[in-house]
């Protein structure tokens, strides 16, 4: 479930260009969490994951649905689709205020 999770949330934060800095900052953890997170060497908390869905303006369910659909299926098949299908408003600011 670690790597499913590390590869949707690299997955949208490469879509959206955002850095591993920014995107650390942002959710109050390290860039080599964030960056232990995307490879599936550690898990991530529901606030946290929370924290990115409000980042990258995607709801928190569609990346759950995303990340268990990589789980079940035991590869990325259509995550690349799948993250450039989703309407993501916005992507040169944040909901921080901030530009990436």
């Known amino acids: 479930m670690k790597t499913a999770t ?3 949330i690299k997955a949208f934060r490469k879509h959206l260009n955002y850095k591993q800095d920014f995107v650390a900052k942002k959710i109050n953890i390290t860039p080599e969490t964030l960056a232990n997170i995307e490879n599936g060497r550690v898990g991530i908390d ?3 994951l929370y924290l990115i869905s409000l980042l990258f303006k995607v709801p928190a369910r569609e990346i759950l649905a995303l990340i268990l659909e990589i789980f079940q299926k035991g590869n990325e098949e259509g995550l690349s689709s799948a993250v450039k299908q ?5 992507p040169d600011e944040d ?3 901030e530009e990436p």
């Open 86 to 90: 989703l309407r993501i408003i916005r």
């Open 6 to 8: 590390g590869r949707v």
């Open 46 to 48: 529901l606030e946290k």
């Open 95 to 97: 909901l921080f205020g």
